[in-house]
């Protein structure tokens, strides 16, 4: 298969395309199964709550600012809460498991006989889904 083939030859090249296509893909679902404005809400009042903490430490309100501190642990669980989607799991989850079991099957041998560095082609996977889907995010405006 092509594929295979590129992937086999061009290792490292490859798991950075497929990671970034993965996280294209991850970063579409989350931005259509999420509720977007209000994850950017909870976001402003969250940069608002940091300001107000900031100005309290100079003042040195500790009472207010553990008040600020409660008020900010509530906005951040709300924001998981929010940005968690059993849907887009259930999507995602089967192909993910197919894609890696497959990677695992290609890289694995692959990287029995190159550098040391590909070895660790899961962390390789795992940086460029990070550092794409940090990119895809600020393009689509996503909370």
């Not at 298969?1 to 590129?6: G, R």
């Not at 799991?89 to 029995?112: A, Q, R, S």
Request: hydrophobic share 45%; charged share 20%; with cysteine.
């Amino acid at each position: 298969m092509v594929i295979e083939e590129f992937v086999t030859n061009n290792p490292l090249i490859s798991i950075i395309v497929i990671s970034a296509l993965m996280s294209l893909v991850s970063t579409f679902l989350m931005k259509h199964f999420t509720d977007q404005d209000h994850l950017k809400g909870l976001k402003k009042r969250q940069k608002e709550l940091q300001k107000e903490i900031k100005q309290h430490q100079k003042n040195k309100e500790f009472t207010k600012i553990e008040e600020l501190n409660k008020e900010m642990v509530d906005i951040s669980l709300s924001m998981m809460k929010a940005s968690f989607s059993i849907k887009m799991m259930l999507i995602t989850f089967v192909p993910f498991i197919i894609l890696f079991t497959w990677l695992k099957g290609i890289y694995n041998p692959v990287c029995e006989t190159c550098e040391p560095l590909l070895t660790w082609w899961f962390a390789w996977y795992i940086g460029s889904a990070i550092f794409s889907s940090t990119i895809y995010r600020k393009v689509l405006k996503m909370a």
